[in-house]
């Protein structure tokens, strides 16, 4: 069937968001999220072949395969099949494939942020009573977003952080200076849109664009750093709280970025790394997982610098990753706490097995693998492992905490391409402010 | 005559420039296919001839796509969309027939659910659709992928309305032969109905060709991923290899082109000639 492919986007998301509400509503009044099954308090290795459903989207089918491999030569009784799905729709998939209560998933990928907003709707299982002591294994920040009210109900296993690349050439171009990699010598987002417009003068395409260049999971920070919180507040940060002076401020800078030409237009979050690697930009705010990108392209000549903050404001950089949740209608619970366990856990979590380059491992002693990545011995990476152990301790925030996380980012998102677009912050926000209330509504009975 | 032959000549040059405007995004997407990823977008922006030509000729794309295994995601749809067209005409064309000739009770009001149902778009049933053959077992199989496309309800509408453009003398005499519905059907309407069956085969192939969401929702297993989702897998959360994408996508964009072009002239036959000389 035809359809314009803008409408069939409304479409797929008005029928994802219908089948969600309408999931929550069943599960609303059963008053809880989690399932009855009780839990094994220890888990016991199964006697007989078991095979786990995992669905996941975080990593490639053939990323995810030498972690998969390291747990079944350790576990020989149990067969993990990983279900790849689309990055970009996983959200979207993963609900319509939970609220079909499909009993073919064991254990699913869980966007941090979104770990409230599961828990409501029942897909996630407790899991506090089989670990009971992860503060002393995982990363604080981790911890937090697999926690709702004091449940534990995912097993956090990968953090993030961000960073500024710049592109030397085109710096030195300007005659602007290589910016420190020490966290003590930050610039300013003020100063690095203005050396940006310099550097787009001496001849850059682009003076700084954005890794995420309209996603809530970077630009949160704009807002926090210029004092205007993570976007919700009061009770179960169910109050928007979009329409702030912070929020204006970080916003009307950013937007002035696209007004003034210094960050293009239409360009979508895939296609920025690319625009880096091609030596198109001369500041690039993004993930450590673009290193290798970055180091294939010979020509680039590039360093790395703390992720910026705004004149007078606190420094705040991206956090938070993936966790795994338990589904309640999982019939092989057992093997899939093992599972879970295994990715989490033992000897240092998931990130021991894996041959591609990622983001910092949510457990405490497998992070050592990951810091000596060769990505991050090339000299023009130098200063980048201490930068990112700073900024993980000091100045990483999370995403929103909230039960309504999904119409919150699906609105945010709408209200930064708005900006981006040239409309007006003020108005913009205050539009946000409305279509939250409402959207929230639902929570606050 | 000679302003004449100007204006057609000038009319002519038109035409072209025009056509090879259409032609640009599928030469920006080929020549893509043939270039790093890096390149292209340092060609497209601001756009030069460069966009159209690789200055670096490399096969690493079709390579990199060959050996994630998207042969045979594309020939999974090869199969999908192929079933769907040989059994989906079949059962378009008796419906068609059905509602066009054979005179029924009731008959309006199944051809206004037929209409019905190709104006609510699929993606609005996808979801609680999905949920049923996930109830009834049918997630992850071929079955799964070829069912919802089998009733389309444009292609029996298109069907229709040619039949009954035929004159109903044929069938007329034909019955009056001793010929019953079913001899009707195959040896009058079928020969003459094949401009219209191939529009209305291209209309169940493009069904299944651009299929994302409906393959998304009943496939788990990715050895039965089609060709669409499997481009969508390119992009990882932390990786992305948009040269892979554009070769993928170019095969994909080509494959219909050439079936389009292979059929194009039943398009323009018509009925004119049915023997009939009403």
Redo the contacts between chains.
Sequence with gaps: MQVHKGVRRWLIAAAVTSIAAASLVGCSSSGSGTSATALPTKLTEPTKPVTITYAGAAYSAADIKPVIAAFEKAHPNITVKYEADPFNDFNSILGAQLSTKDKAIDVFDVDMPRTAAYQARGWLTDISSVFPDLKSKVDAASLAAATVNGKLVGMPYQSSTNLMYYNKKLLSAAGIADPSSSPSGRMTWEQVGTDAKKAQAAGAKYGLVFDQIDRYYQLETLSSSAGGGPGGTGTGNLTPAVDNAGWTKALTWYGDLFKDGVAPRGVTTQETPNLFANGQVAFFPGGPWWAPMFEGSKDLDFGVAPYPAFAGGTAATPTGGWSLGLSPTSTHKDAALIFMKFIGLDNGGYSQYLTALSVPPSNLAGGTKFYDNAAFKDPRMAGVVSLMKSELKNTAILRLKTVGYVEFENIITKTYDDIINGADVKSSLASATTQLKSAWATYKK | MIKNRIGRTGLTALAIIISLLFLLPVIWLIASTFRT??????SS?PLSWAALWPQHWTLANIESAVN?GFLQNLGNSIFVAGVTVVVGLAISAMAAFALAVIPFRGRAATFSIVVLS?LV????I???L??SF?QWGL?NSFLALILPGLGNG?AVFTLRQFFLGVPPSLAEAADMDGAGWARIFWSIYLPLARPALIGAGLILF??QWQAY?WP??VV???NLDLAP?AI??S??????N?GQVFAETAVLAVIPAIVLLALQRFFVTSVASTGSKE
């Design positions: 990823a890096n390149e292209t977008f340092a922006s994630n190709f778009p699929f993606e609005a996808a979801i609680p999905s949920q996930s997630s444009l493009l069904f969401l998304i929702l788990s297993n990715s989702v969508s897998k992009f990882g959360a932390f990786t992305n948009y």
